[in-house]
């Protein structure tokens, strides 16, 4: 019985505590991919909200890609271009909008993209892309 509640107890410890914080999930379709994103629901507290009709973007698109180059400031990115870039809405979300932005790197010819999802308050977050299931 010791050793049960041990065992528990040691699961309950190692589990990771941003798994416990709640998080919101960014499902996006995008090309013959599927583009998963969690946004820790933090983030959204002061987020700045947007109304397309009524003013500018809180975040520039110059300055959603500085944030990705300031945030992955890998070797990789030195040689990434930008392959693509979108402005969505956060679904379920009226007026909360995020960047997504495709790179690669330039210098490879196998490289593969890369995809992050760009909030408007800054924060980057790298997105992982999934492959359609054939059906």
Known sequence: ?????????????????????????IIERFDDFRIVAFIDEADLADYPVWDPMQGEVPLSIGGAIQAVR???????????????????EIAGRRNYWHYLIVTRDASRDDAQDEVYVVLMNGKVIPAIIEPESVK
Do not use: C, T, W, Y
């Not at 300031?70 to 969505?88: D, G």
């Open 1 to 25: 019985m010791k050793k049960m509640v041990f065992g528990v107890l040691l699961v309950l410890l190692s589990m990771d505590a941003q798994a416990l914080r709640p998080s919101v999930e």
């Open 70 to 88: 300031a945030k992955h400031n890998h070797m990789h990115l030195q040689n990434s271009i930008v392959r693509e870039i979108e402005l969505r």
